[in-house]
């Protein structure tokens, strides 16, 4: 069974631009999250998708919002970059089944440089 | 906010030897505890987990103990292995938050031949 996907892997912006990046979750997989790791802040939750939903919002501005798919592929954009925007941006996904289980399989991320 | 806290930032082990990761967690509405590893140029891959009913749970070298009371858990890592040098994650997830992992800071090991 392929694992998470993400695209691009690296993309290099300037500021004021906006960027968008896309998961595709393991097959059967219905929830995706994303998270934004920078050596400063660590690993911080962005949003969570399921049924083409948000069902979890983290504390980041509006500049981030995704969507995500019937096909349970997402995509996350991020408008108006700055430099402190400058991050890896993991996507997971997981069965979402009850009970929470917290395992979820994340994508190898996709790493912004804004310039 | 929901915290979770980890310690050491780094850790520097010798072949053989037992590698301790600390965390501690404030918000006690979390119902799950996992543990990731990753690894350079990749994302965060679960190791092993508890939920807080379980004071101790082992997989293979890996042990995970909890205690409910102070509010914290640690990683365990018997015979530590050069294999094993890797960023390590503690993490709390709440009731009904499948996809919102509250992670610590991160611990670096280095395990030295």
């Known amino acids: 069974k392929a694992g998470v996907t993400q695209t691009p892997r690296y993309l290099i912006k300037t500021r004021g631009q906006q960027v968008t990046l896309s998961c595709s979750p393991i097959?059967?997989?219905?929830?995706v999250s994303w998270y934004q790791q920078t050596p400063g802040q660590g690993l911080q939750f962005l949003f969570e998708?399921?049924?083409?939903?948000?069902?979890n919002k983290g504390n980041f501005p509006g500049r981030f919002s995704g969507r995500q798919f019937s096909n349970s592929r997402s995509e996350m954009n991020v408008s108006t970059l700055e430099l402190g925007d400058s991050a890896l941006y993991l996507c997971?996904?997981?069965?979402?089944?009850?009970?929470?289980?917290?395992?979820?399989?994340f994508g190898e991320g996709s790493r912004l440089t804004v310039l | 906010q929901q915290q979770v806290k980890q310690s050491p930032q780094s850790l520097i082990v010798q072949k053989g030897g037992i590698s301790i990761i600390n965390c501690a967690y404030e918000n006690t509405a979390f119902d799950y505890f996992p543990w990731y590893q990753q690894f350079p140029g990749k994302g965060p891959a679960l190791l092993i987990a508890?939920?807080?009913?379980?004071s101790e749970k082992k997989e293979g070298r890996f042990t995970i103990s909890f205690n409910k009371s102070a509010k914290q858990f640690s990683l365990h890592i018997m015979d530590s292995q050069p294999g094993d040098s890797a960023t390590y994650f503690c993490?709390?997830?709440?009731?009904?938050?499948?996809?919102?992992?509250?992670f610590g800071q991160g611990t670096t090991l280095q395990v030295k031949p």
């Open positions: 993490a709390a997830v709440g009731s009904g938050n499948t996809g919102k992992l509250i």
């Open positions: 998708y399921f049924s083409e939903t948000q069902r």
């Open positions: 997971a996904s997981s069965l979402s089944g009850t009970p929470n289980t917290g395992e979820l399989f």
């Open positions: 508890i939920r807080p009913d379980v």
């Open positions: 097959s059967g997989h219905r929830s």
